[in-house]
């Protein structure tokens, strides 16, 4: 069976501090993509990565980086000197022979 | 990159009415859709998948006489939620597979769905 967990339901950090959002995910497909996507209040899924199973570079985009680790099935998200408008639910999900999601985490940015 | 519109953003029903939510592949043909559901504060829960021309697979505790998918074409499904009821508001977004398998996915923009 497929599944993505996302231990954190919530984190609350003060701005520009740097924050890492853990996503563990199990599967017995060789190939399957990960991603992961963005949920303000406004509730619209915002899509921020999609990474397929052969390719364990690590990215970075801007504040964003993504460090996916096969050998321990995460695919964790950190965001650096995070801002206020960083404050949304952050989705993991899985796609293989299904698509499923995480929980998620709720990403709280005080000023 | 692929993408999946989703028709309407939000609505508002009466109780008792049926409302029809449209997902479309743009610039793909998409042999599978996915449909989702997501309560307050609560994951993206999979309610079904819907192939090509043939009939949805639902997923364990969904009524399929109340949420009727249709994948008519390699571009369309719509989900129709019949004889809304309030406890049937909710979050429903889609999900646009661009081959068989286990190839990647692309989301619509979500509907918000008000039953007053």
């Known amino acids: 069976a497929q599944k993505v967990t996302q231990a954190q339901t919530e984190i609350s950090v003060v701005e520009k501090e740097d924050v890492t959002l853990d996503c563990v995910y199990e599967?017995?497909?060789?190939?399957?993509?990960l991603f992961w996507y963005k949920q303000p209040p406004s509730g619209e899924l915002v899509f921020l990565i999609r990474?397929?199973?052969?390719?364990?570079q690590n990215e970075i985009s801007g504040r964003y980086s993504w460090n996916f680790q096969k050998s321990t099935s995460s695919f964790n998200f950190t965001i650096t000197a995070s801002q206020v408008v960083d404050s949304a639910v952050y989705f993991c999900?899985?796609?293989?022979?299904?698509?499923?999601f995480g929980a998620g985490t709720r990403l709280a940015v005080h000023p | 990159g692929a993408v999946v519109s989703q028709h309407p953003s939000w609505v508002i029903c009466k109780s008792g009415t049926s409302v029809k939510i449209e997902c479309r592949s743009l610039?793909?043909?998409?042999?599978?859709m996915f449909w989702y559901r997501q309560f307050p504060k609560q994951s993206l829960m999979l309610m079904a998948t819907?192939?090509?021309?043939?009939?949805?697979?639902?997923e364990q505790g969904v009524e399929k006489d109340k949420f009727l998918i249709n994948h008519a074409s390699l571009t369309l499904s719509t989900l129709t939620v019949t004889s809304a009821h309030p406890e049937d508001s909710s979050f429903y977004i889609c999900?646009?597979?661009?081959?068989?398998?286990?190839?990647?996915?692309?989301f619509g923009q979500g509907t918000r769905l008000t039953v007053v």
């Open positions: 999900s646009a597979r661009t081959g068989a398998g286990r190839t990647e996915a692309f």
């Open positions: 599967t017995r497909d060789t190939t399957y993509y």
């Open positions: 990474r397929n199973s052969f390719d364990e």
């Open positions: 999900a899985l796609s293989g022979r299904e698509l499923i």
């Open positions: 610039d793909f043909q998409a042999t599978t």
């Open positions: 819907s192939n090509e021309g043939s009939k949805a697979t639902y």
